[in-house]
């Protein structure tokens, strides 16, 4: 993938598109590289991404059985949020990326993507959790890994949010096997 539909693509390395089974069941949503993503080429491998990892073990979830994506594909220079230039020139290749992955269920990761998937004027800190369905895709808004490094005192309320999670997995994921 060679985009240069936005100015982004002068400072990549690589671009980042996404990483799991290309059938998942459930699909999350980042905002966009980090430095170890945009060196890596795989989307939550930083610090940010070994906390999700150890977030997705919690309810048996893991690369092998979710798939991982973010709104834009390539780092945003400083890891300042994406421009809304930016994001609508990326837009395209997630929402292929939805219409072909089909998921079930949508997590997204922070403020930025459930502003972008569930609603415009999405409260992170009161809506968090909270389940919408919206064209036949459930979705829901976990914080992002970041914000959960920076304020501990918000994990608590994310555990609650990943057995809520696990639930809706067990309710509409047929085909998803959790580990553990
Ligand atoms: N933060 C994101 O939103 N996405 C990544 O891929 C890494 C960090």
Redesign the pocket.
Known sequence: MACTRCPLYETRHHV?FGVGPEHSEVMFI?????EQ?DLKGE??V?R??QFLDEMLYIIGLSRKNCYIA?IVKCRPPGNRDPLNVERDACSDWLRSQIRLISPKLIVC??RIAAMEFIDPEFRISRQHGSWVEIDGIWRTALY?P?ALLRDPTKRPETFRDLISLKQMVLEHCPNTILEG
């Open positions: 980042v980042g905002e966009g590289p980090g993503e989307p939550f930083g940010a991404g973010n990761l922070g992002h970041s």
